[in-house]
């Protein structure tokens, strides 16, 4: 029987979406359905399910499953891992609360810091040492690690981080103390930080290792149900998972090392903004990512998003950098914003609106939902603005409560604001991109970009509501709405190659670099990620280097090409690096010797072919119907043009405002504005009021407000 589909599963915080792509005809069919927070698997199965009704032995025909899950990040954020101890070096099990020592707010006089996972009496040292150049100093007392091992199983534990100074340059003795445990402790689950993160910063990797001990057991039990509920009905190759670096992985990779797809769901949504900024040949875009619970962006140039290497997990303030828990591995550099369909609105103590970050998911959800939920939500704002169509929700598959959307909306937040309902919900819906605005300009600004440049891509069951509202505050010129744009973080695991790095910190001065050694370590990661790759696959290999002045302690990465075999290198990493840092910096430091710092690899296979069929229409699309929506350039209730997308054809156009309806989400058109639908399928909307002053944004201020909240 020959494979003809691909399918994408893509678990979110309120929403569980999926794509399959007959490979054949390019024909796409996709649902999506509210996520079970206690058993997201189950999510998964029915929806497969769902599509699987529509062609017989679907699963059986199925080439690849590709998924993207919460289900890590939630763990974490709900504290709901494995019992773990953690085992370092003697005199170093506080590192967990001594971190850096910075205070993510010097003005707080009440700072709370995030709890270590671990709780000191489950911090144990051993007698142990290597020195920065991995010779030792102090060998392994094995019995001492024998002694920790007991004293774990009388305190239950189920999973042991084990993490000793300078393992990075010599890993022998975290080898033998995991050897040891996995003796003592048969059925315990066991992370080496020279394996998980090898790399310099003591904190940064005993935190990473951390995190890959308390998910490991729950990773696993999670991925082996679905890949058994898949085989059962019928699937017969191997699930892939996305990490979050945007590659995806075997299904034995992701639970080897479950730290690296903490952030695998905004991953995917940043790959199918790739994909399309690659097809449509866009050089900067602005991801727009806007689901049930957060808001995601991301700069994306030249069809390569901006990656970060470290990121944080559990933060005591959702949104301020330094207030969480490190993890070192390799992310998309994006902006999260507590702004979803179901960031919950309220009157705070000074009688005005707020909205978010916290949501109410998918239980009990939005008043609308109809599941016993009460607060106002942005969902239920729309609802009652006309931006939603009650009947249609889901394609009609869930209809939603208008009655129950306005009384929750007049009850929890008209009521104490003198605010009709209808002004009340204008002002969510105005606030939420507000917040979104301020956020995104500080972040697009960082990175040393301005917003008339980019063309924002919205995405997610809510982002093409509030995308337009969005650019125009923000400053970009126009809005790119993809095709199935409310699934789209589905359809980008379809985009998304098989792919994996790894590093290795090398540090030597580049001017006498011992050019073997490096080889050597670029080899020797080419072997490992490779060994990961499926069997058979062709491949392609990336090579990089972290570079750093002597001295200091954040280096820079550089790509570079071929073996490291002639002397050139050297001063061709050195000349690279300089560009690269005066670029950033506005200056170099000539007296200052360059340093090597790490080498990376990162293999992959060659991106998948993702050809979608295209719009079939040859005739301009008459509207399906007419209905009533707020329009805040009259701050009033106008009746508008209601479109079905699908019955739209290539080079429509259609002048705003007006409203375009699909399946998963719907896209608000504003006065003024020219939508058009280009060659792919895409909605282009055209914005025809200059934003902000009307001047070029070039040059706009970043506004930045000071508060406790």
């Known amino acids: ?40 698997e189950e999510t998964v199965l029915r929806g497969v399910e769902s599509l699987a009704a529509a062609v017989p032995d679907m699963l059986a025909q199925t080439s690849e499953v590709i998924h993207a899950t919460t289900l890590v990040t939630n763990v974490i954020l709900e504290r709901k891992g494995a019992k773990t101890g953690l085992l370092t070096t003697a005199g170093f099990r506080d590192i967990l609360e001594l971190a850096r020592e910075v205070r993510y707010d010097i003005f707080d006089m009440f700072i709370r810091l995030p709890e270590p996972m671990v709780p000191r009496n489950l911090r144990l040292g051993v007698s142990e040492r290597v020195l920065a150049d991995g010779s030792v100093l102090v060998p392994l007392n094995e019995a001492e690690v024998r002694d920790a091992a007991a004293a774990f199983r009388d305190a239950g534990v189920e999973a042991v981080a084990v993490a000793f100074l300078h393992s990075y340059r010599a890993g022998d003795h975290e080898k033998r103390a995991g050897a040891i445990l996995r003796e003592e402790l048969p059925g315990v689950t066991v992370s080496l930080s020279h394996e998980v993160h090898p790399e310099p910063k003591e904190y940064e990797r005993t935190s990473t ?64 903004a790739s994909y399309f900024g690659r097809l449509m040949g866009l050089d900067h875009m602005l991801s727009f990512d806007m689901g049930g619970t957060t808001a995601k962006l991301c700069i994306i140039e030249h069809g390569r998003a901006a990656r970060t290497r470290t990121f944080e997990v559990d933060r005591v303030h959702r949104f301020k950098a330094g207030s969480g828990l490190p993890a070192a591995v390799p992310v998309y550099d994006l902006l999260e914003i507590g702004a979803g369909g179901g960031s919950i609105a309220r009157v705070n103590d000074l009688g005005l609106l707020q909205v978010g970050p916290d949501s109410a998911g998918s239980d009990p959800g939005p008043a609308s939902y109809g ?24 394609g009609g598959q869930m209809r939603l409560d208008i009655a129950a959307a306005q009384d929750a909306i007049q009850t929890g937040l008209a009521a104490a604001t003198g605010l009709t309902a209808i002004e009340a919900a204008a002002g969510v819906h105005e606030l939420v991109n507000e917040n979104m605005t301020s956020a995104a300009r500080v972040y697009v600004a960082e990175k040393g970009q301005a917003p008339s440049h980019l063309s924002l891509v919205a995405f997610g069951g809510a982002g093409p509501v509030h995308a337009v509202g969005l650019a125009r505050k ?28 790894g590093s290795r910190a090398v540090r030597q001065i580049v001017n006498a670099l011992d050019l073997d050694a490096v080889e050597a370590a670029f080899q020797e ?84 072919q993702l050809d979608i069929a295209r719009p079939a229409a040859t005739t301009d699309a008459a509207p399906k119907a007419s209905r009533k929506i707020y329009v805040s350039a009259q701050a009033s209730m106008e009746s508008v043009s209601v479109y ?21 989400s719907t896209t608000v058109i504003g006065p003024g504005d020219r939508l058009s639908v280009n060659a792919f399928g895409c909605l282009v909307v055209d914005l025809a009021i200059p934003t902000m002053s009307g001047e070029d944004s070039d040059d706009v201020p970043v506004t930045v407000a000071v508060g406790g909240g």
């Open 525 to 608: 990661l080419e072997d490992e990620a490779s060994a990961l790759m499926p069997e058979g696959s062709a491949l392609l290999v990336r090579r990089s280097v972290d570079l750093r002045y002597s001295g200091q302690d954040y280096p820079l990465e550089i790509e570079t090409e071929g073996p490291c075999n002639d002397a050139a290198v050297k001063s061709d990493w050195e000349a690279r690096f300089e560009a690269a840092y005066n670029e950033l910096y506005g200056k170099v430091d000539d007296d200052n010797p360059v340093e090597l710092a790490s080498v990376r690899v990162h293999v992959s296979q060659p991106a998948p």
């Open 1 to 40: 029987m020959t494979t003809a589909y691909r399918l994408g599963v893509d678990i979110g915080g309120t929403f569980t979406d999926f794509a399959v792509v007959d490979e054949d005809s390019g024909a796409v069919r996709v649902e999506k359905m509210l996520t079970s927070a206690k058993a997201p």
């Open 209 to 272: 290792t951390v995190i890959d001990a308390y998910v490991k057991g729950v990773a696993e039990g999670y991925l082996d149900r679905l890949s058994t509920g898949l085989q059962e009905r019928g699937y017969r190759n191997r699930l892939f998972v996305m990490l979050s670096n945007g590659g995806t992985a075997t299904v034995e990779t992701a639970k080897s090392v479950p730290v690296q797809i903490v952030e695998s769901g905004p991953a995917a949504g940043v790959e199918a």
């Open 474 to 501: 923000l400053g970009c010129p126009q809005v790119i709405v993809p095709p199935f744009s409310g699934v789209m973080s589905s359809l980008g695991l379809l985009a998304a190659p098989v792919a994996f790095e």
């Open 371 to 394: 599941l016993n939920g009460a607060a106002p939500t942005v969902t239920d704002a729309d609802l009652l603005l006309g931006y939603l169509n009650p009947d249609y929700f889901l």
């Open 644 to 664: 079905e997308r699908t019955d739209l054809r290539i080079g429509q156009e259609i002048a705003g405002p007006a409203i375009v309806e699909e399946r998963e």
